[in-house]
């Protein structure tokens, strides 16, 4: 019997990119193989999002596709996973009959059962009738698993399942407790939940004995974690200058966080340890104090300076990046004009844009979603553009200048690979030796375009001679 195939699309942050990690390494476990496309798969695994509409606009257009299908294929398993399922699991149940699975992200850790209970009910129904059946007759009650409390991160990684063999994510904490009136994370991924020092070292460690020489830690509110762990002086600084002794780890970053929790013990390790990113991912989501105070922030346009000027003394190399909101409910165009200013003046690396989304269940939503979706696309136009103005300015104080990219993988454009450097600017490089991926190269930046920069190579071949792989040092 061949080994039945998967295919799991994953939407939205790195947060599920990393679920979708887990999951694909407990069906691996249990015999289960990648499909190569789509349409060959048996399960197909949908990973959701719930931060915005237009994210689950995609999902449900993918399942009314996937309802189709099923018609002919009834063996078909069809799985709707993390935010969505959460979120939507009674519409899912009740609406969607050819949705065999509803899996929040607690409940990632029995999926395997899960996914392979459905696929043998349903091996059942297609062996029973004829293929082409109608929904109800090929629909069952729904294989359901949602809010077990059980946390993926109880289970042991298998650190082997990962798409870059030099790079990974870990996971530090889930949920948020923040009380932003915009956002479902905190109703889809409910309360914060820290995981120790000691088990994050443990995990890292093992990433990097396999190979992973950088690794991000992941959080919705990443520089909080601990604050649920008591006695056991869980903070962000600790457990970075426990995860830098590591030997073989050369880059150490973590996204995202909160201004809130920017403390001196966090400025003072940025400062201090020499392998954590050059880059601080520290959303502002507005320029402006009325709209902070509506979207319940926490701080105002003058406490956040404030956060920052202490952090650029003692760590100047640092770059910020944030995320905006445009167009939230009652925000005017001089709140508008705040946030552009405020973007200059902190004059940010890189930002994300995002047009206000009414998120059903949020306090916002109750409010008068009241700026004009052309409006709302006007804001986002001009904040992009001086977001993309200070990015290329940024860049091109960078000609001339020789960076260290850890080389990720083939460039958009033929015959050239691209990178990252501790800032995590993007630069591509004229080079196709595949070798090269997941090492450290020199690179002179020649170039400077509004979201990258081409560079030349340097001292290729002395790099291959003194190349170190650990895989191969294990073996
Ligand atoms: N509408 C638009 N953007 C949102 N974000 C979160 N909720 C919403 C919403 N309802 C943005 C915030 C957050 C990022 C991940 O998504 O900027 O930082
Ligand atoms: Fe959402 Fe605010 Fe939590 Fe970020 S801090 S995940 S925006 S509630």
Redesign the pocket.
Known sequence: MPAPKYFLTSYG?QMNKLDSELVESKLRQRGYEAAAEEGAADVVLLNTCS??QHAEDRVWSKLGKLRVRKRTEPGLVVGVLGCMAQEHKRYLLSRMPHVDLVVGPSAFGDIDTTVEAARSRNQEIAAEREPARTKHQVAGAGVVAVDQGVSGDTIRRDVRVRPHRSQAFVSVMRGCNMP?T????PTTRGEEVSRPIADLVEESQRLCDDGVTEITLLGQTVNAYGRDLTGQNATLANLLRALHAIPSLRRLAFI?SHPNFLGPDLVTAMAELPKVARYLHL?A?SGSNAVLKAMRRGYTVERYLARIEQLRQQAPDVELHS???VGYPGETAADFDATVQFVRTVGFAQS?V??????PG?L?ADLPDDVPEAEKERRNAVLLAVQSELTLAKNQALVGQTVEVLVEGESKVAGRLSGRTAHHRLVHFAATDQDLIGQYMPVRVTEALAHSCVGELLAHDAAQEGRHDPAEALS
């Not at 915009?182 to 994370?185: L, S």
């Open positions: 942050c931060v915005r932003c915009y956002c479902i994370v995202t959303p989501q995320d905006f909101i994300y995002f047009k206000y989304s009414p998120r949020t916002a």
